[in-house]
């Protein structure tokens, strides 16, 4: 017998050819119950008094005895391939070499079709190996059976049992387990028939590996996926086991670590944001179709042939339910004599459905090849179906000729097949009662309605959200998010560190995800003015160092006020200038290291800029009093500076002057200007002039006693405020008796006579002032004024004394 298995979703198998060839001249190979009598042999066909030509006869009663031609250990079996008795009719069978007592099975309808009957069944002790069997009919002829008759016992199908373990204890199915995790199959809860033995133990784990070694074996899949595990045992009579054990096995998926964050570069110090992301990834099964080998059946008239497929797709217990569940019966044959076929499909608990019992004469099926000579040449098969819903007649219904390719009833009712498990090995018997003739079946599958077929298997591992399932471990995480999955770290110090992220599914399975996270040295910034702001712009240096060659370096600069013009930058530094300044200001500059996964690594440094204030002059100034002949100072006034200044003076009169001072030294009436500037390179300057007025001074006093006696007081005849007035009067002395003693023109309180000169006594003294223009009462005396044109005249005593005492 050849299997194949059917992984996925399969709505048909196909199997390679059945070959149905003579070998050997045609010899009698039917026994009729019509014989009578004790037949001994072993290997032929059991079949009504009607043979395969047609049903057994109406208002008969026969009766015939069969025995083994084996002396030791006898034993005789009959296995009904067909048996459709009709109403009214029945089989009698008497475990022994006569039909006496009451018999010891009774049938009818289809009671025995697909049954084995045999000498030993039901621990009957029959010491003679044989079975005698009776058939009465009534008046219709409707009856017909073919048994294959050999001398064993029958198989009688083993079952598998496996019970699933890890680590030793037990799952259930569908097993969800990991890559690589070894599963302990154990199949000695595996029964077999009474006195019969296991023999075989044949594991298909349906990943390509199968394991013969025994009942216990131990398992792991390299691959995700769904495994249907199955064991196929065979007992030490040869008979496989009919049942699928169907253990799934859900092998998980890997975990997609997909927009997790990956490898880092970062600077130390700041926080940054890292997402764990973990997901199951679907597994969805897809069909595939494992055919089988070619089965060569010779023209045995002995023995019938068969070919198997094992449906492993369908759920666990899904059966036939009606007729309907099954679309059609297919298979591709060609055959020279249709009348000397039996077919039959067998479903996987053994019940069984003949779609032809004999019939139909030499009706052709396909075209093959009538050559005796030739016989093992196949010929051309035809596509002939069987389906409950066909209503054109069976096979010998439609007899003659070539029986064309088509759709047909079955022979035997659907309703045999009710019930059939639809996952286990599904058969199609074949069997060729008479000689000289051939026929292939090339192909054959059983049709099932496609709503039987179940989904694929797909299945996604889950992850949960919580940090039980998935979480981060590494250095420096300062906040977990809550679930372990979105985390913030903060590393303090440079290095090299390793972050892993770890997920576990609902399968039980854990991987994880390493991120490498390069932490960078925090940025430090330099930055300098060249100096205060003095009407220029001022220029501004940041600097920084060791920046890494991947990275790259944002300037920012920032003012609290003025104008700021940034410069150029690059990653070691950056320039800028500031200009417009009223008032004292800070100057922020801040740099963004970024790059690599970077997106802000911020270091600032500020600086003061002061001013250099321009020089503000006081308003301009008008001088008037002065004295002609004196000299005046003329200083501008001027705030404190920290700048050196420059100062240029000029004059209506005299121009550009020579001064350079902060002074000017006049003596002269003019306009005065003073311009002062800040030195190179500032440019602050401010601007004011002087109007200057020198005249006349008013004389206050004219003295009438002074002491020319060289003590250093008092010693000259002096005139107040003659000697900024520049009147220089005429003076002229004269003693008491009126003679002048003294007389000098623009007198300039010089007169200072020794006793050689004048003697002590008191003289008068006449004053000529030519040009006074001020009020002559101001003018203290103690003799007499009179004005005099532009002038006027005193005439005084003047009293000269030696001794102050």
């Known amino acids: ?81 067909l048996c459709a008795l009709g109403a009214g009719d029945t089989l009698f069978m008497w475990l022994s070499d ?163 964050t990956q490898d880092l570069q970062i600077c130390a110090g700041e926080e940054y944001e890292v997402n764990g992301v973990a997901e199951g990834i679907t597994y969805d099964s897809t069909p595939d179709v494992d055919f089988g080998g070619g089965l060569f059946i010779p023209d045995d008239q002995t023995q019938c042939f068969s070919s198997s497929i094992v449906f492993t797709s369908f759920n666990s217990g899904q059966v ?67 389906s409950p819903d066909a209503t054109n007649g069976t096979w010998e219904d439609n007899a003659g000729g070539t029986l064309p390719s088509g759709t047909y009833e079955s022979a035997q009712p659907w309703t045999l097949l009710e019930g059939c498990p639809l996952n286990g ?21 059983v049709n099932f309605e496609p ?15 919580d940090c039980d399932s998935s979480y981060w471990s590494g250095p420096f995480i300062v906040d977990d998010g809550g679930d372990c999955n979105d985390i913030a770290i903060l590393p303090g110090n440079q290095g090299v560190f390793e972050y892993v992220y770890t997920a576990t599914n609902d399968f039980g399975c854990t991987a994880s ?19 205060n702001w003095c009407g220029v712009p001022v220029g501004l240096t940041a600097t920084t160092q060791d920046v890494p060659s991947n990275l790259n370096v944002e300037w920012d600069w920032e003012t609290t006020d003025g104008v700021l013009a940034p410069g150029g930058g690059n990653n070691s530094s950056a320039t800028a200038t500031i200009d417009g300044l009223d008032s004292p200001v800070n100057v922020t500059v801040t740099m963004n290291l970024t790059g690599g996964n970077i997106d802000e690594c911020l270091a600032s440094a ?28 003329l200083l501008p006034e001027l705030p404190p500076s920290d700048w050196p200044l420059e100062f240029t003076w000029s004059s209506d009169l005299g121009g550009t002057l020579g001064e350079t001072g902060s002074a000017l030294t006049v003596s002269t009436t003019d306009y005065y200007y003073v311009t002062v500037s800040m030195a190179a390179p500032c440019i602050g300057e401010d601007a004011m002039s002087f109007n200057v007025n020198f005249g006349p001074c008013a004389i206050e006093t004219i003295p009438n006693l002074f002491t020319p006696n060289n003590d250093g007081e008092n010693d000259a005849f002096e005139i107040e405020g003659l000697v900024n007035s520049g009147l220089g009067p005429t003076l002229t002395v004269y003693n008491r008796w ?68």
């Open 451 to 465: 709503s039987l077929y179940p989904d694929p298997i797909i299945f996604t591992p889950q992850i949960g959200v």
């Open 98 to 260: 006569a039909a006496v007592g009451e018999p010891d099975g009774v049938y009818t309808g289809f009671d025995l079709q697909g049954v084995d009957i045999w000498s030993q069944m039901d621990d009957v002790v029959n010491a003679s190996g044989c079975i005698t069997w009776q058939f009465t009919s009534d008046a219709a002829d409707n009856s017909n059976w073919t048994a294959e008759v050999t001398c064993e016992e029958p198989c009688q199908r083993p079952e598998a049992n496996v019970v699933t373990t890890i680590d030793g204890e037990v799952e259930t199915v569908p097993l969800q387990i990991c890559v690589g995790e070894e599963i302990q199959f154990d199949g000695t809860g595996s029964t077999a028939a009474e006195d019969f033995l296991i023999a075989t133990w044949d594991w298909d784990f349906d990943d390509g590996a199968t394991d013969n070694s025994g009942p216990e074996v131990t398992h792991s899949f390299d691959e995700p996926g769904a495994y249907n595990v199955q064991l196929f045992i065979v007992d030490n009579n040869d008979c496989p086991n009919g049942n699928l054990v169907d253990h799934l096995i859900l092998v998980s998926t890997p975990t997609s670590f997909e927009g997790t």
């Open 425 to 445: 090995t599904w058969t199609v018997e074949v069997c060729d009662s008479w000689g000289s003739d051939n026929g292939f079946i090339f192909d054959w599958f």
């Open 320 to 386: 036939v339910e009606t007729a309907d569940d099954i679309e059609n019966l297919f298979i591709n044959f060609e055959h020279s004599f249709m009348g000397d076929l039996t077919i039959t499909f067998i479903c996987p608990d053994g019940s069984s459905m003949g779609v032809h019992q004999q019939g139909g004469g030499g009706t052709f099926l396909g075209v093959p090849v009538d050559n005796d000579a030739t016989p093992n040449v196949p010929g051309t098969g035809y596509d002939y179906f069987w």
């Open 738 to 805: 009126g003679d002048q003693v003294h007389y000098e023109q623009d007198y300039g309180n010089t007169w200072s006579p020794d006793e050689d000169e004048l003697s002590e006594s008191t003289y008068y003294i006449i004053l000529d002032f030519s040009n006074y223009a001020l009020p002559l009462e101001d003018i203290e005396h103690n003799g007499m004024i009179n004005a005099v044109g532009d002038g006027f005249r005193y005439v005084g005593p003047l009293q000269i004394l030696r001794n102050r005492n």
């Open 513 to 531: 995800d390493t991120m490498v996270v390069t932490v960078e040295p925090a940025p430090e910034v330099d930055l300098v003015a060249a100096d």
């Open 1 to 81: 017998m050849t299997s194949l298995t059917l992984s996925g979703l399969l709505r048909h198998a196909v199997v390679a050819a059945l070959f149905l060839t003579i070998l050997a001249p045609a010899r009698a190979q039917e026994v009729s119950i019509s014989q009578g009598g004790t037949y001994t042999d072993c290997d032929y066909f059991f079949v009504d008094n009607g043979l395969t030509a047609g049903d057994a006869s109406p208002n008969v009663d026969y009766t015939m005895t069969f025995c083994p031609d084996l002396p030791a250990n006898p034993v005789i079996n009959f296995y009904f391939n």
């Open 606 to 633: 500020t600086v003061p800029v002061g001013l250099y204030a321009p020089p503000v002059l006081g308003p301009d100034e008008e001088l008037y009093g002065l004295c002609i002949g004196d000299d005046h100072i």
